[in-house]
C-alpha cells in the first residue's frame, strides 16, 4: 500500500531545448523538487537579476537638447528680471534685492602658546 510512497524515485533529467539559454537550465534547476533545497536556492538566485527588472533611475529624452533647453531657461529669467525692473502703478519698483551684511569683528585669539609657557608654574617663592 505505502510501497509507492517510500520507492526511491529514478531521478528526472533536466531538459533544456537546443536553442535553450542559461537562464532555461537556471529555472528548470530551481523548479526541479527532486534537487537538494540549497542547489534550488543557489539557481535561483542566479536566475533572479535575470527574471525581474531592477528599480532604477531612467532618463527621459526628448527631441531637444540639453543646451536648447538651456538656453530657453536663461531667456525666461531675463524676461522675469525685465519685468521686476517695470514701473508698476506708475511708481518705481526696488530691483536690487540683495541684502549688505555689516562686517562683523574677529573674536580676539588668545595668544598662540599662551597655556604651554605659562610664567606663573616656574615663579621662585
Same mark, same amino acid.
Given at each position: 500500500?505505502?510501497?509507492?510512497?517510500?520507492?526511491?524515485?529514478?531521478?528526472?533529467?533536466?531538459?533544456?531545448?537546443?536553442?535553450?539559454?542559461?537562464?532555461?537550465?537556471?529555472?528548470?534547476?530551481?523548479?526541479?523538487n527532486?534537487?537538494?533545497?540549497?542547489?534550488?536556492?543557489?539557481?535561483?538566485?542566479?536566475?533572479?537579476?535575470? !527574471?525581474?527588472? @531592477? /528599480?532604477?533611475v531612467?532618463?527621459? *529624452?526628448?527631441?531637444?537638447?540639453?543646451? #536648447?533647453?538651456?538656453?530657453?531657461? $536663461?531667456?525666461?529669467? !531675463?524676461?522675469? @528680471? /525685465?519685468?521686476?525692473?517695470?514701473? *508698476?502703478?506708475?511708481?518705481?519698483?526696488? #530691483?536690487?534685492?540683495?541684502?549688505? $551684511?555689516?562686517?562683523?569683528?574677529a573674536?580676539?585669539?588668545?595668544?598662540?602658546?599662551?597655556?604651554?609657557?605659562?610664567?606663573?608654574?616656574?615663579?621662585?617663592?
Amino acid at each position: 500500500m505505502f510501497a509507492n510512497l517510500f520507492e526511491d524515485k529514478k531521478p528526472q533529467e533536466i531538459e533544456i531545448p537546443a536553442d535553450g539559454i542559461s537562464l532555461d537550465l537556471l529555472k528548470a534547476v530551481y523548479r526541479n523538487n527532486q534537487l537538494p533545497l540549497t542547489t534550488r536556492m543557489r539557481a535561483a538566485i542566479a536566475a533572479l537579476p535575470f !527574471e525581474v527588472p @531592477k /528599480l532604477a533611475v531612467t532618463a527621459v *529624452v526628448s527631441e531637444q537638447d540639453f543646451a #536648447t533647453v538651456l538656453d530657453r531657461r $536663461l531667456k525666461r529669467i !531675463e524676461e522675469m @528680471k /525685465l519685468l521686476e525692473n517695470k514701473a *508698476v502703478n506708475g511708481g518705481t519698483t526696488i #530691483t536690487d534685492r540683495t541684502i549688505e $551684511l555689516e562686517p562683523q569683528p574677529a573674536p580676539p585669539a588668545p595668544a598662540p602658546l599662551n597655556r604651554i609657557y605659562d610664567k606663573r608654574k616656574y615663579r621662585r617663592i
